[in-house]
């Protein structure tokens, strides 16, 4: 299993980023998807879910209503647009699914600053 972040960097305060993931080694259609963060020096944190179809998405409280998760089964990728950034949103994201196990991209970091 593979899963491959893209689409860090660094952002104003209320600007927009999109992060991708792209998924590799196991039937992605079957499985949930998750975007998680980790802030320095805090644990790591559920930031957004979908399940396999898509139909069904959840959000962490700080997110909802300016982020927004999708997924593309034909090209085993997820996304995360995230608009209206704040400087707490500053983090290393991650991309992971429990296929089997669990498994957890390499991270992409974004920063959230003027």
């Known amino acids: 299993v593979h899963l491959v972040e893209s689409g860090g960097g660094l952002v104003q305060p209320g600007g927009s980023l999109r992060l991708s993931c792209a998924a590799s080694?196991?039937?992605?259609?079957?499985?949930?998807m998750s975007w998680h963060r980790q802030a320095p020096g805090k644990g790591r944190e559920l930031v957004a879910a979908i399940t396999n179809t898509g139909t069904s998405t959840d959000y962490a409280d700080s997110v909802k209503g300016r982020f927004t998760i999708s997924r593309d089964n034909a090209k085993n990728t997820v996304h995360l647009q995230m608009n209206s950034l704040k400087p707490d949103d500053t983090a290393v994201y991650y991309c992971h699914t429990a296929a089997s196990a669990d498994y957890w991209g390499q991270g992409t970091q974004v920063t959230v600053s003027s």
């Open positions: 080694g196991f039937t992605f259609s079957r499985y949930a």
